[in-house]
């Protein structure tokens, strides 16, 4: 099993470091890598064991025997899905003074099916391998995708030669981001007598162990809050942007990526969570514990719907949202000031706002991109639960905008190009305004957004 490249390079520093030279590389690893087991020394069925090269049967553990080799989890068997769990390899054996480890993590009956993935402790001892199924390909590090097996091992200071009685190694398991059943973590283990006994293997022992874990049994979801995400009040509509506030709503957070949109079809759910309104599956955008960020589907229903979120099959409580045609909002700065912007992007809003960015105020007359959602369809229309891409897809209600209850005129509206339930409202700012920070308002098809908003005005 062992290959004769990481032999020479074994000896040749076993020369200056007096160490067990199959502890230091089991099967040699990536030439040039750190030295450690070639990956599928684990115990995984149909791979092999570090008894493979450190053998005395007589001793070698039975499966379930924890008096040797054990694994310490954070609680009990169990895992709650993307939430991270720091394991600690405790090999005891009163004789030995050398010491190394291998262990891997397997969905239950699918030994070709990898469970999350691991980090290495910071102390050194432990390092993360990669490898494919049926061909020995490592590379130690990230794993990426073309090497989806991920083995946690010792390294070459683990070894740690001349302690007597017992080793830990410590690292981290982040399991599957989603429920994926059962997963059973395999163990291997290796307690030698720290001579470099190449040629004689019976006062090495060699353990095998494995556990299985149960996904934890979740918190339903629960909601407090169903509002704009813009405005952060009562009304949503199709196509708007939502948030969704409360308890146990995610196990992960994150936003979604490009890889979440492949063809520019939004998805449904991110790590397992997934929202209904009015039983329509809404596009999930971002995910937390506390907070849900999300498009509302298409939906011609109006009035009070039911909301709720499933977390990974565990559904939650239902909860009340208004359903509104349209739902205008501007989307604020520190609560109080619309979303706004040259057309070069520069922000048009008053001084410190934002901590060490110069702002401007908007000047009488200028032109200004007002950033918003829930201005109802367009022309054309965008596809329900896609990107709005192609043509400019107009607002097909034009709105009306009053600054100070000034009527300012509105040059064009429209859906942000690649982001959707984005709008962009392009005006041209009053010449009579007076300086100050003055109320703005939009209303579209009647519905105007709320009160409360401002747009600093300085000549």
Sequence with gaps: MTRRSKIVIVKVAAVFSVVPVLLYGIGGGVSGGPPGPDAGQAG?????????????PSDNSKLGDSSKLKVTFPGTLTYTPGVNQHLIVTITDANQKAWGFQATARQAGRNLAQAGSFLPGPDGYTQLVCSQAGVQ????????????????????????VGTKGSATFEFDWSPPASNVGNVVMYVSGVA?????????????????????LTQAQANAPSITSVVNGASFQSGVSSGSWVT?????????????????????????????VGVTINNKKAYVAYISPTQINLIAPSDESTGGVDVQVSNNGVTGNTA????????????LWSGKYAVATRADYTVAAPS???????????????????????????????????LPTGQIASVLN?????????????IAAALSPEFPGLY????????SLPDGDLPIVAQVAGAPSPAGVFLTIQH
Excluded at 44 to 56: L, Q
Excluded at 400 to 409: H, W, Y
């Design 352 to 386: 410190g706002v934002f901590t060490g960015r110069t702002t401007v105020p908007a000047k009488p007359g200028e032109v200004v991109i007002l950033w918003a959602t829930g201005f109802g369809p367009t022309s054309p229309a965008v596809p329900d639960g896609r």
């Design 398 to 410: 034009v709105p009306s905008i009053l600054i100070g209850n000034v009527a300012a005129r509105v």
């Design 44 to 56: 995984v069925p149909g791979e092999a064991s570090c008894a493979s090269c450190h053998v005395r």
């Design 137 to 160: 390909v490592e590379q130690f590090g990230s794993c990426p995708s073309s090497l989806p097996f991920q083995y946690i091992e010792h390294t070459f200071s683990g070894v740690r």
């Design 244 to 272: 969704v506030t409360g308890s146990n709503l995610a196990n992960t957070s994150r936003s979604w990526s490009s890889s979440d949109i492949p063809g520019g079809v939004l998805p449904t759910s991110l790590d397992g």
């Design 320 to 331: 009340a949202g208004q359903l509104r045609a349209v739902s205008p909002a501007f989307f």
């Design 192 to 212: 030698a007598d720290g001579l470099d006994n190449s040629a004689d293997l019976t006062h090495d022992n060699s353990y095998v162990q494995t556990y299985t």
């Design 424 to 431: 962009q409202i392009a005006i041209q700012v009053p010449s």
